[in-house]
């Protein structure tokens, strides 16, 4: 049973408006929740991380919320910009030594 | 600066061969991770080790996959008598200190098992 989702396989927007990933979770227990970015025949790449005790984190352009009551998770990139254009995975972790679950990745196009 | 590499990039098994994916972390990186990535999904956690001590195995699928750090430094997976269902993109990571924002990731091996 998955633990972490991505409803939205895809995503397009124009460049300049917000993009608005999303992610739910099933397992209160997770102590942080974090964005990876990922483009083609790359590794991911870290973008930024929450943990389980905020509900806000903002890093320039990147603002992940978390709603623990409907334990939804969504990031947000303003302004969007081409080169955000990559697939981005939701994940989570319980601490301990760092191993991370994955959601399923949701592909972002900023339309120039 | 040198990231993390992994050796090869693509790789083509028939059925049933034995193959073996390389990962180079970061030197001095003390915390070492494999993924496994099939198609249209997230990565898999497969295996951890704290220099050379293989801590959790518990993501490896079956008996087939084994992966081993014995210097604490480099590492091998080596996937034995392949099955067309190990074909995924096996990922490496390495982090030098604790914490869940500071794993590194390599470029990934692409194999195929026809």
């Known amino acids: 049973d998955q633990q972490v989702k991505q409803n939205s396989p895809s995503l397009s927007v124009q460049e300049g408006r917000i993009s608005i990933l999303n992610c739910d979770y099933t397992n209160s227990m997770f102590d942080y929740f974090l964005w990876y970015k990922k483009y083609p025949a790359e590794g991911p790449t870290f973008l930024i991380s929450?943990?389980?005790?905020?509900d806000k984190n903002e890093d320039g352009r990147f603002t992940v919320f978390l709603n623990k009551s409907a334990k939804h998770l969504s990031l947000h990139i303003v302004p969007s910009q081409p080169g955000d254009s990559a697939v981005y995975f939701c994940a989570e972790n319980s601490g301990g030594y760092q191993k991370v679950t994955f959601g399923t990745g949701t592909k972002l196009q900023v339309i120039p | 600066g040198a990231g993390v590499s992994q050796s090869p990039r693509y790789k083509v098994a028939k059925r049933g061969q034995d193959v073996a994916l390389r990962c180079d972390p970061i030197s001095g990186h003390v915390s070492l991770f494999w993924y496994q990535q099939a198609l249209g999904q997230g990565p898999e956690f497969l295996t951890y080790?704290?220099?050379?001590?293989?801590?959790?195995k518990s993501g490896l699928p079956s008996d087939r996959f084994f992966a081993e750090r014995p210097e604490g430094s480099v590492s091998t997976l080596k996937i034995q008598r392949t099955q067309q269902e190990d074909s995924a993109v096996y990922l490496c990571a390495s982090s030098l200190i604790l914490g869940p924002d500071t794993q590194y990731f390599g470029p990934g091996t692409r194999l195929t098992v026809l």
């Open positions: 080790f704290q220099n050379e001590a293989q801590l959790d």
């Open positions: 929450i943990s389980s005790i905020k």
